[in-house]
Each structure stands twice: as structure tokens, then as C-alpha cells.
């Protein structure tokens, strides 16, 4: 059995325990015998269809065992797998067609179908394909490839620009799961409800995460994000929540209302942005038996720290200690070295920081540079830290989040992290000045604008309250959950013309 490869996950746990559930869905399911078997049956499918080690495979599919299937029929080729979520921007979508230059592209019936139709390459369709796919013959286990080799692409949002891709290599993606494994401790019998998108990291590590121990993951998607979300987790019997801070927000609203029994939660964890304090003692009050683990991380580096619950008091704000076998430095502007408690640009050291950015050289020499005893590979992070004397790392915003308001310097994440904190705020979002308009809060809950000035007041120097304060019914979100900032001040823009 090859190891070293992202497929070694599953195949350890197929051949020792075939039938324990892999995925799930509301509605279908597969066991780790099956699941290895649909991958084999792929990879040979994709072999017999001229794909070679090195080629791209986009997968633009919703959440679903399909999709996992794909990941590992990839690996077995030495192909680099690249999920996208179908609801992806077509503008977006043709800018990764033609970065990636994938040799297959497996989609479902109309998802993205204008921009999929103008590609050269071949393309499957999930509804008419999938079957025939998986007549072909099971492929061997021998594997081509080496550890060191690339696994997939993992492209961002694209919030700000046209979405780069970071490349992950099968070292990388085994280390990282083993190293956020060591501290969660994951367990055979978990159950871990998986509600956002594969095509965010955070999602697809839940699988390889779950399969390192024999795990369950049951995939979900947006019905069970909104009004099923507690119910969805109870018929799943779940142990094991992954939420972003939207989702969390949602889940203690939905949980506060239910007149049913809440389901029992024994792990939940977060990362994507920071959770508030508020939100973390809503959730800590109505799961008692959930342990909160706050994760810290960028897709460059897939984690970087993880904050422990029983360290949640003693140490309030902070996002944990660096996972095992990666040291965390802080620079300061002239590029050495700060003392703890020192603010600076975070740097990142270990077996996950990853190779760069596909077919983007001067952006890669830019964030992946050398540092270490040995100038080994390490990450800029372009991210605002400090370190404590006892090794936890604080968060303070990335360098784009610093502007300057009346000549002082503020910080978008302080602005935020105060304004979460005011009653009945649910969300709040900081828009930094620009193009010589004024810095904007944007906030969700049942407030007004004079509340929430009056609260910051209390809290905050003037320099630092907003000149303009917003209150909207929600925020736009991206795919993987986080607030689409500039769909945000588009709207705040709009807002401005009409009151003016």
C-alpha cells in the first residue's frame, strides 16, 4: 500500500475496516470499502481518458461523496485535484479554467455551464457520466508519485481579485492533518457534520481528517444550512461541528429558539475568522458538552495555531499555540526578529507551508521566502501578530487592515472584535477608507446606529469609531462562509447615493 499519498488515508482504514461508514449525505452513503473501490474504478477511468501524473482534474460539484471520490481517484494518478464550488462567479470560473489548464473537468448538469462549454478540455457530466464511470476496471495500488509531489490547487475566494491558486503538496496535506489530529483528537465513533463547501480547505481537510481515524463525515450543503441546521445535526447524530463564525452565529440563534432537545455536540471548532467573545459564551452556555477549539490558519499554510478550550480564559484573545513541528516568528519592519509582545508581521515555519502559487512567480518570491537556521522555505504572512512570553500567538488584523483615520492608526479587527462585543450586535464588519471615502461599520442585529456609536465610544477612542455606522438585516457571504466585503461596500455605496 503506497504511502505518502493523500489516498493512503483511506486505503489504511478500507483494508482494516471496509464497512464503516466514510461519507454520508441526507440521502446516500458510502463505506470505506465502496468509497476505495469508486476511487480505483475513477482513477482507471481517468487513466483510459489520457489523464497523467501532473494533469489538473477540476471538480465543480456541490457537497457529496462524489466528490471525495474524485480527490482520491486523483491522487492515485498523480494528477493534482481542484474542487470549485458551483457557485463560483463565471467570471472567476473562466479565469481557473484558464490558469489551470485542467485535462478533465467533472461538473453537474447546469452549474456553470456557459463558461464550462467555451473550455478545450473534455468535461463529464455528474447525472449522465457517472455511471460509466464507474464501470471501468479497478486500477492497481501501485502509486507513481513521491510525497513531495503536488496534490491539488487550492484557489481563494477571490474577494479582492481573480482567485490565485496555492499549491498543496501530498506532504503537506498529510502533515497538516496529522498535526490538527494531535490536538483535536478525533475518534473512530465521530460523526463530523460538514456544512461548508469541499471547495473551501476547511471543508475538504474534515475528510481527510475523519479518515485518518475511520471517522464519518456527513455532508451538508445550503438546505441544511438555514432553519434544518439543528435538525440536520440530530439526524446525523453528529459529534463534531466545523463552523465558521456566520455559521456559528446561526447556530445559536436556531438554538435559542428550539423547543426541541439540542443535539449532542462534543467538538466544535472554528477558524475562517475569529469567533467574538460573545458568541463563544452563547455556544459554551447552550452545548455544555462541546469543546470549542478556536483554529488560526491561512490556505498558504492550511493551520497555524490552535487554541486549546481549557486555555480559552486564561488566555482571552489569543489564537493558540503553534501545532506541533511549526514555529511562528514575528518580524518587525527592518525583517528581524521581535520580542514577545511585539506586534509585527507573523512568519510561519514547518512541513505545511506550501510550494507557492501556481503560475505566479513574483507573488510567490513575495510571500514564500527563506528564513530559519538552515534559510529553509517559510511564510510571510502579510498578518499583524504578537507572541506571548508562554508561546500563544495573538492575532491583530492583516496588514491591509491597518489604515489611518484623523492621522492615527486603527485597526479594522479591534474596530470589529468591540463592535461584536456590544448587546445585540450580531455581526459586524469594518469596510477600511477608500478612494478618499471614509471608513464604514457595518453591523447585523436588532441595534441602530446611535447604540452602536454610543457603545464604541465607550470602549474605543474617538480616532477609532467609524465616521459612518450601517445597520443592515445580513451580510453577503462568500462560498466558504466569510462576509464578501466588497459585495458589502458595493451595498454601503449604494446606501450613501440614496441619503445623500
Same mark, same amino acid.
Given at each position: %500500500? ?41 482513477? @482507471? ?16 460539484? &456541490?457537497? =457529496? ?17 481542484? /474542487?470549485? @464550488? ?27 455551464? @456557459? ?9 463529464? #457530466? ?8 464507474? @464501470?471501468?476496471? %479497478? ?23 481573480? &482567485? ?27 460523526? #463530523? ?29 445550503? !438546505? ?20 465558521? *463564525? ?5 447556530? !445559536? ?38 469543546? #470549542?477549539?478556536? $483554529? ?20 482571552? +484573545? ?5 501545532? &506541533? ?6 518580524? =518587525?519592519?527592518? +525583517?528581524?526578529?521581535? *520580542? ?6 507573523? /512568519? ?53 487592515? #491597518? ?13 470589529? !472584535? ?19 471615502? *471614509? ?27 467609524? &465616521? ?5 438585516? +445580513? ?5 466558504? +462562509? ?14 450613501? $447615493?440614496?441619503?445623500?
Amino acid at each position: %500500500m503506497p504511502v505518502g499519498a493523500v489516498h493512503s488515508l483511506l486505503d489504511r482504514i478500507a483494508v482494516e475496516s471496509p464497512e464503516r461508514v466514510a461519507v454520508k449525505t441526507a440521502s446516500d452513503a458510502l463505506s470505506y470499502g465502496e468509497l476505495r473501490e469508486q476511487s480505483r474504478r475513477l482513477a @482507471s477511468w481517468f487513466v483510459a481518458a489520457g489523464v497523467k501524473r501532473g494533469d489538473r482534474i477540476l471538480v465543480v460539484l &456541490p457537497n =457529496g461523496p462524489a466528490v471525495v471520490a474524485l480527490v482520491m481517484a486523483a491522487s492515485r494518478i498523480g494528477a493534482l485535484f481542484c /474542487v470549485i @464550488s458551483p457557485d463560483t462567479k463565471e467570471r472567476h470560473l473562466r479565469h481557473i479554467l484558464v490558469d489551470s489548464e485542467p485535462a478533465f473537468v467533472v461538473a453537474a448538469q447546469g452549474y456553470a455551464d @456557459s463558461a464550462l462549454g467555451r473550455g478545450s478540455c473534455p468535461v463529464a #457530466i455528474l447525472e449522465r457520466d457517472w455511471a460509466h464511470m464507474l @464501470s471501468a476496471p %479497478m486500477l492497481d495500488d501501485d502509486w507513481c508519485g513521491i510525497s513531495q509531489d503536488p496534490a491539488c490547487l487550492i484557489y481563494t475566494s477571490g474577494s479582492t481579485a481573480l &482567485p490565485k491558486a496555492v499549491i498543496s503538496s501530498h506532504r503537506n496535506v498529510l502533515f497538516a492533518a496529522a498535526a490538527i489530529q494531535q490536538r483535536l483528537q478525533l475518534v473512530a465513533s465521530d460523526i #463530523i457534520a460538514t456544512l461548508l463547501p469541499l471547495s473551501f480547505d476547511y471543508g475538504l481537510y474534515q475528510t481527510f481528517l475523519a479518515f485518518q481515524v475511520g471517522a464519518t463525515v456527513a455532508l451538508g450543503g445550503a !438546505a441544511e444550512v438555514g432553519p434544518r441546521l439543528l435538525s440536520a445535526i440530530r439526524d446525523w447524530r453528529a459529534s463534531v461541528l466545523p463552523i465558521v *463564525p456566520s455559521l456559528g452565529g446561526s447556530l !445559536a440563534r436556531l438554538a435559542k429558539r428550539s423547543s426541541a432537545g439540542l443535539p449532542h455536540l462534543r467538538m466544535i471548532t472554528n477558524t475562517g475568522a475569529q469567533l467574538s467573545a460573545a458568541n463563544v459564551a452563547e455556544l459554551q452556555a447552550l452545548f455544555p458538552g462541546a469543546r #470549542i477549539f478556536l $483554529m488560526f490558519g491561512l490556505t498558504e499554510c492550511k493551520r497555524t495555531s490552535i487554541l486549546d478550550p481549557e486555555d480559552y480564559r486564561r488566555k482571552p +484573545g489569543s489564537v493558540g499555540r503553534p501545532l &506541533p513541528d511549526t514555529e511562528c516568528l514575528i518580524l =518587525g519592519e527592518d +525583517g528581524n526578529g521581535l *520580542p514577545p509582545g511585539e506586534v509585527g508581521e507573523l /512568519v510561519v515555519r514547518g512541513p505545511h507551508v506550501m510550494a507557492g502559487y501556481w503560475r505566479a512567480p513574483e507573488l510567490t518570491a513575495m510571500r514564500f521566502r527563506r528564513r530559519g537556521p538552515g534559510t529553509e522555505h517559510a511564510l510571510f504572512t502579510g498578518d499583524r501578530c504578537h507572541i506571548d512570553v508562554d508561546g500563544y500567538l495573538y492575532f491583530h488584523g492583516r496588514q491591509d487592515d #491597518i489604515y489611518k483615520q484623523s492621522g492615527f492608526r486603527v485597526s479594522a479587527i479591534e474596530v470589529e !472584535a468591540v463592535a461584536s462585543s456590544l448587546e445585540g450586535v450580531e455581526h459586524a464588519a469594518v469596510l477600511p477608507p477608500k478612494d478618499g471615502e *471614509p471608513a464604514v461599520l457595518v453591523v447585523t442585529g436588532p441595534v441602530t446606529e446611535t447604540r452602536v456609536v454610543t457603545g464604541l465610544r465607550v470602549h474605543l477612542e474617538d480616532h477609532k469609531v467609524p &465616521p459612518r455606522i450601517l445597520v443592515t438585516q +445580513g451580510m453577503p457571504l462568500l462560498a466558504n +462562509g466569510k462576509i464578501d466585503k466588497n459585495e458589502l461596500r458595493r451595498w454601503a455605496a449604494s446606501v450613501s $447615493m440614496v441619503t445623500a
